[in-house]
Each structure stands twice: as structure tokens, then as C-alpha cells.
């Protein structure tokens, strides 16, 4: 989830809530930890307990920008700070261009939720197409100038137009099927057998408990899988409508 740093009050709004609609539905939200529409998604995330990831355009041990040191330890904490960079490596402007293509090959999708015509947040999408993945973006006023690059993406790059959690998660969900609060699952998700999930995460399905909840490393070791394994399929199972997050990790969810 990219976008511009000089973000207008509406564009943090609607990245902070979308974040955290799909934090609560096991989604990992990575983004480049940069002011405005960056840091409201990764804040989204947390505020749900979900997991996030910044990408860095320097080292992991030189916080840029400085005002988000103590956002890049919560999310250190919890999730992950991630850079191509060696430590002690300032940021640069090109290495800014080329961190965000990271952004867009460590995601099943991106979404750009401000961003203006010459916006770098612009870039990101660019790879995110170039890498065949999709490409989505938040629509705004048509009379701001910090949502024009949203429109141009949408109108000339056929970048999808996303308004809520449900909507994205209907792009990059493997079964294509949106699963959220508002819109109950369709009864084609309800009843899909397991034989369509892929093995390791019909492996991490079978390793849930049928009565309670169980954590990510108890997962893992149950189902024979690795840590980030159990972390990815269970974003997909949770998109599906398989499991969901509690306050004791995560649970079957109750058809």
C-alpha cells in the first residue's frame, strides 16, 4: 500500500481504515514507512495487532525518515524492517526508485491510495505491472491534485478501482472471491472443499486446532512448515474464509 507523503486528510483516512480491515483478516500490509499514506497504512495494521513490513531505502540501522524511528521499532517489533541495503548506508533518491520495486515483488498486489501525476508512489505501481501483478488504486476527489495519479492509473494503465478492504482482497484472494464483515462470503466460498488450496495451505489448515485457537509457531510446527509459510497461507486461508485472527492467535472459522 503506497502513496504520497504529502497526504491530504482523506487520503490517511481511508489508508489507515482499509489497512486495518485487512490486517483484521490476516492480510500483511507492506509499505515504504515514508510520512503520510505509508505510515497511516503500516499505523492501520498495528492498530489491529496485524502484521506489517517497511521496506527501507537505507539501512535497517539508519531510520529515514528520523520523525519514524519509534514507528520502525513497533514495527520491528511485531513485523518486519526489511532493506536490499547494507547497514550504515544512507538513503539516497535513486535508492528510493529502486526500493520500490521490492515493494512490488514482496506483495500480491498494490494499491495506490493517493498519489499525485509525478508521484513516486507512481513508480511502484509501474513495477507492480510490470510484474504481472495487480494493480489497484483508491479514486478521490476529482478536484485534487494529490489523487490525480490515482486516476490516470485507472484510466490509462487499467489499474482496478478499489474503494474498501473487500474489494482488494477480491483481487488477490487465489479463489478471486472478496470474504468480509459487510458482504458475507458467497455460498461458493462457504462450501469450498480443501482439495482446491494448495498443499501448504491445506497443511496449515489441518494443523489448527478443531476446538481453540493456536499461535503462528505452534502452527508451524504442527503442519511441518516454516515460520513465514505459516504466516503467508494463513493471510490466503483468512481471505477465504477459512480461519480467522482472536485474541489467542488464530481459530477455524465457523461456517
Do not use: K
Amino acid at each position: 500500500m503506497v502513496g504520497s507523503r504529502a497526504a491530504t486528510g482523506y487520503g490517511a483516512h481511508v489508508a489507515g481504515e482499509i489497512a486495518a480491515d485487512l490486517g483484521e483478516q490476516g492480510w500483511t500490509i507492506v509499505s515504504g514507512g515514508a510520512y503520510g499514506i505509508d505510515a497511516a497504512a503500516h499505523r492501520g495494521a498495528q492498530v489491529v495487532g496485524a502484521i506489517t513490513i517497511a521496506v527501507l531505502a537505507c539501512g535497517v540501522d539508519y531510520p529515514y525518515p528520523a520523525g519514524h524511528a519509534g514507528l520502525f521499532a513497533d514495527i520491528a517489533a511485531a513485523g518486519l524492517v526489511i532493506s536490499e541495503w547494507p547497514p550504515g548506508r544512507h538513503p539516497a533518491r535513486l535508492r528510493f526508485l529502486v526500493r520500490n520495486r521490492v515493494i512490488a515483488a514482496l506483495t500480491c498486489g498494490t494499491v495506490v491510495v493517493e498519489a499525485g501525476e509525478r508521484s513516486g508512489a507512481l513508480n511502484t505501481a509501474r513495477h507492480a505491472a510490470e510484474l504481472g501483478r495487480p494493480l489497484m488504486a483508491v479514486p478521490g476527489p476529482v478536484t485534487s491534485r494529490q489523487s490525480a495519479g490515482c486516476h490516470q492509473i485507472i484510466r490509462d494503465w487499467g489499474a482496478t478501482c478499489v474503494t474498501c478492504a473487500a474489494d482488494i482482497i477480491e483481487m488477490v484472494s487465489p479463489l478471486g472471491i472478496a470474504d468480509s464483515p459487510e458482504a458475507p462470503a458467497p455460498a461458493g466460498l462457504r462450501g469450498a472443499p480443501r482439495d482446491e488450496l494448495d498443499l501448504d495451505s491445506a497443511r496449515v489448515l489441518d494443523a489448527l486446532p478443531a476446538r481453540g485457537a493456536a499461535g503462528p509457531s505452534t502452527i508451524a510446527v504442527e503442519a511441518g512448515v516454516d515460520l513465514d509459510t505459516v504466516l503467508r497461507c494463513l493471510g490466503l486461508l483468512a481471505g477465504c474464509g477459512f480461519v480467522e485472527r482472536c485474541d489467542r492467535g488464530w481459530q477455524l472459522r465457523r461456517r
